[in-house]
C-alpha cells in the first residue's frame, strides 16, 4: 500500500519552522512558542511565557538554563529533527497533516483509542489563520454578545463568564462535516478527510444558553453568529475566514458551552484558544474557534460559508456528479450516525483460532446509538457488541467484542452503528453530494491471520 | 527528486465504441498510462508534479494557501475554471492573464483530474 508521505513530498508546513526562524527569530519564538524574552538581555522567558510549550515539543524534556537561553534559537533537537517537525510543536503528536496552510489535520483511528480524547490527538480544521499564539492574552480576551435579536449587548472577559455563570463539564463529541470526504466519487473539493476529523473530549465552560439568556433573547431570534480572531487566508482584514451558527433551538440546549477549558487543561491553540463554542453533534464548523463574537440574529445566520455549497448538502438525493443549484441546497443540521474502530490498528497480524479484542467508539449527530454490530466476512454476518450509555448526552459511546478468525488469511473488520430512530450506517459510501459531506459508512480495518 | 508511484493501475476512460459504417465496428480502447504507470518527479518545496505549467501555478496558486490543498484535488477542467474563478471573486485572487490562465487549467485538470493519478487516502 502507498503510503501518504509518499505522496507528499516533505511539505512547506515543515520546512516553515527554519524558514520562520531565519527570517525573524523573535517573531518565530512568540508564534510558534508563544515565547518573550527579557528585553535587555534578549535571553530567558519573560514571566515563564513559552517556556511549558517549548519544553512540551521536546518531549516533556526540561529546559534545565532556560534563563540563559538567547531570543530567536530554535532548540537544536527540533533543529536536527528537519524532515519530521509537523505539529510537534504545537502539542499534537502522530497526526496527518492533510494541508500546512491553513492548517489541517486528522488522527489515524488508533490513536482516537482513549474513551476521552486528549488535546495532542485531537483534529486541526482551520478554515483561516488562527491568531498569533504570542499574540493571544487570555486574561485580557473579550466575548461580545449582540446582534439584531439581542436585548441588551455585552461584553465578557473570561473571568467574567467563570465569576457569572455556572460552569458545566461534558464530554462531547465534535466531527467535521466533511470526515470521509476522500470515498467520494467523483472527488469532492477540499481536504480529503478519511476518519479522523472526529474527537470526543471533555470540554469545560458555561452554557451558551445562559449567557445568551443573560443577553436577553428578543422573541424574533432565528440563529446564532459567531465571530473568530482568525483572519482570512488572503490576509484582507475585510474578509472573513469562517462565521457560522446555529438555530436557536440548538443553541438553546444545555450541552451548548462557551468553553475554556479540554481535560481539564487550556484548550490548545490550534483547537481555539483561549475560548470556543461547542455544538456538538453538528458539523464541527459550527462550533468557532477563538471565539470574539456571538450574534443573535432574526433571520438565518448569512455569514461565510453559511451559503453556496459550504456545509450544506442536496435537498433531494442526487447521482454522482449532478451540479446542483444553490437554491436546491440546505444546511446541514445534525451529524450522521457513525462508528470508528480504535482497536486493532488496520494491517496488522494475529493468530487464527484466538480471540481478537475489538473496540472503539460509535455516535449519532444529535441522537444516541441502539446498538453497535461487527463482522469479520465481509458484511454477511453481524453480531452485537457491547455498548456503553453516553456518558452525558452528545457524548461518544464506547463498543467492545471478540472475534476470531477461523483459519489463516486475510479478515476485515467492520463496525455499524444503528441510532436510536433506527437508521444504520451504509456499508457502501452514502449519497453523493457536491462538497462531499455526510460519509458515515462503516469503518472498516484489515487484520492478516496467521 | 524522483519518485516512483506504486500500487496503482493506470485509469481507464470508459471503451468507445466507433461504428464504421463498412460493417466492421471497431472498439476502441483508450488508456492513459498518464504519470501513474511511470516515474513522476515531484517539486521537492510544493510537492506540485513536475510539469508543463507547474511553475505558472507556483506562481499564481500558492500565495494565499499551500499546494497541499491542490494536490489533494481530482476536479475536471470546468470545476477548476469555477475555483479560480470563485477565488477570484469571493478569495482575494487577482486576474490571471492568458496564456498564463490555460496553462494553468491544462496542468490543473490533467495531473488533478477526476482519476486522481497523483493522489490516495491513507484508509485501506
Known amino acids: 500500500m502507498k503510503k501518504r508521505s509518499e505522496n507528499f513530498p516533505r511539505p512547506e508546513w515543515e520546512r516553515g519552522l527554519h524558514e520562520m526562524y531565519a527570517q525573524d527569530g523573535e517573531r518565530a519564538d512568540a508564534l510558534v512558542f508563544g515565547r518573550r524574552t527579557n528585553a535587555v538581555s534578549r535571553r530567558g522567558f519573560l514571566r515563564g511565557a513559552g517556556l511549558a510549550a517549548m519544553s512540551g515539543a521536546l518531549g ?73 499564539r504570542g499574540a493571544i492574552d487570555a486574561s485580557a480576551w473579550t466575548l461580545e454578545v449582540g446582534g439584531e435579536s439581542c436585548e441588551q449587548p455585552r461584553t465578557f472577559s473570561i473571568a467574567d463568564l467563570r465569576r457569572d455563570f455556572a460552569s458545566h463539564s461534558l464530554q462531547l463529541q465534535i466531527e467535521c462535516g466533511g470526515n470521509g470526504r476522500a470515498e467520494y466519487n467523483p472527488p469532492a473539493k477540499g481536504n480529503q478527510w478519511t476518519t479522523g476529523a472526529v474527537s470526543c473530549a471533555q470540554w469545560t465552560g458555561v452554557r451558551l444558553a445562559d449567557v445568551l439568556r443573560a443577553c436577553g433573547i428578543k422573541a424574533d431570534a432565528v440563529y446564532t453568529a459567531y465571530y473568530g480572531a482568525d483572519s482570512h487566508l488572503s490576509g484582507d482584514p475585510g474578509k472573513t475566514a469562517i462565521s457560522r451558527g446555529v438555530p436557536i433551538a440548538k443553541a438553546l440546549e444545555e450541552e451548548s458551552l462557551i468553553a475554556w477549558g479540554v481535560n481539564g487543561e487550556e484548550i490548545n491553540w490550534l483547537n481555539g484558544y483561549p475560548l470556543r463554542l461547542i455544538t456538538a453533534g453538528w458539523p464541527g464548523s459550527t462550533s468557532g474557534k477563538w471565539l470574539r463574537r456571538i450574534d443573535i440574529r432574526d433571520r438565518v445566520h448569512d455569514g461565510t460559508k453559511m451559503t453556496g455549497t459550504a456545509y450544506r448538502v442536496p435537498r433531494h438525493p442526487v447521482a454522482a456528479g449532478t451540479k446542483v443549484p444553490n437554491e436546491e441546497m440546505e444546511i446541514i443540521a445534525s451529524m450522521p450516525v457513525k462508528s470508528l474502530i480504535t482497536a486493532p490498528q488496520t494491517g496488522g497480524n494475529h493468530p487464527a483460532g484466538s480471540p481478537l479484542a475489538v473496540r472503539g467508539h460509535a455516535w449519532a449527530g444529535d441522537l444516541a446509538v441502539s446498538a453497535v454490530d461487527i463482522s469479520i466476512d465481509f458484511g454477511a454476518t453481524w453480531h452485537k457488541a457491547a455498548l456503553t450509555n453516553p456518558a452525558n448526552r452528545l457524548a461518544w459511546q464506547h463498543f467492545r467484542a471478540q472475534v476470531r478468525f477461523p483459519r489463516a488469511g486475510y479478515y476485515e473488520v467492520w463496525a455499524r452503528a444503528t441510532d436510536t430512530q433506527g437508521r444504520a450506517q451504509p456499508m457502501v459510501v452514502p449519497g453523493w453530494n457536491p462538497k462531499g459531506y455526510l460519509n458515515n459508512r462503516c469503518h472498516r480495518v484489515g487484520v492478516f491471520a496467521a | 527528486m524522483r519518485r516512483r508511484f506504486f500500487g496503482r493501475t493506470a485509469p481507464v476512460v470508459p471503451a468507445m465504441a466507433v461504428a464504421v459504417v463498412v460493417a466492421v465496428t471497431v472498439v476502441v480502447e483508450l488508456a492513459f498510462a498518464a504519470d501513474a504507470t511511470t516515474t513522476s518527479e515531484y517539486d521537492s518545496t510544493t510537492g506540485l508534479v513536475i510539469a508543463p505549467g507547474y511553475k505558472v501555478v507556483t506562481a499564481h496558486c500558492i500565495a494565499c494557501h499551500s499546494a497541499r490543498i491542490i494536490i489533494q484535488q481530482g476536479m475536471d477542467r470546468d470545476h477548476w475554471r469555477e475555483t479560480v474563478e470563485w477565488m477570484q471573486e469571493e478569495q482575494g485572487l487577482w486576474p490571471i492573464p492568458e496564456p498564463m490562465l490555460t496553462q494553468i487549467l491544462d496542468y490543473l485538470a490533467t495531473h488533478y483530474g477526476p482519476a486522481r493519478p497523483h493522489f490516495s487516502p491513507s484508509q485501506p
Open chain 1, 60 to 132: 516533556g524534556a526540561a529546559i534545565v538554563f532556560a534563563d540563559k537561553m538567547p531570543a530567536g534559537l530554535i532548540p537544536a533537537a527540533l533543529a536536527d529533527e528537519s524532515g519530521e517537525f509537523s505539529l510537534a510543536a504545537y502539542g499534537k503528536r502522530g497526526l496527518l497533516v492533510l494541508n500546512d496552510r491553513p492548517i489541517n489535520a486528522e488522527t489515524p483511528p488508533h490513536l482516537l483509542d482513549d474513551d476521552v480524547t486528549p488535546s495532542e490527538y485531537m483534529f486541526v480544521r482551520n478554515n483561516g489563520i488562527p491568531p498569533a
